[in-house]
């Protein structure tokens, strides 16, 4: 089985920066295409940020030029680097990734739990 673990979630007033983490761990064979999205009250869940297994990278507009996605395949974990963060940034953010298992040939989605984001005026 696998479990995905977001991290680094917290308050921080408009203009600041957090870095969000996302650890996978379990029988992973390997992991093709990482996201992150986010979702506010009231708001439609959106991804704000995709990267994919040779590294090309998307972003919703609303965060292109603020935000950063990364990945660190020896350790099975994903980054969101968040920059100059307005108060309309608020929300839950999940990650979540296409992953193959050990002993099998598809890919399989997971979600991780979610962690707060709240940014204050």
């Known amino acids: 089985q696998v479990q995905l673990v977001e991290s680094g979630g917290g308050l921080v007033q408009a203009g600041g920066s957090l870095r969000l983490s996302c650890a996978a761990s379990g029988t992973i064979f390997s992991i093709n295409d990482m996201r992150w999205s986010r979702q506010a009250p009231g708001k439609q869940r959106e991804v704000v940020a995709h990267i994919t297994s040779t590294g090309w990278t998307d972003y919703a507009a609303s965060v292109k030029g603020r935000f950063t996605i990364s990945r660190d395949n020896a350790k099975n974990t994903w980054y969101l680097q968040m920059n100059s963060l307005k108060p309309e940034d608020t929300a839950v953010y999940y990650c979540?990734?296409?992953?193959?298992?050990?002993?099998?040939?598809?890919?399989?989605?997971?979600w991780g739990q979610g962690t707060q984001v709240t940014v204050s005026s």
């Open positions: 979540n990734a296409d992953v193959i298992r050990q002993w099998r040939f598809n890919a399989d989605e997971y």
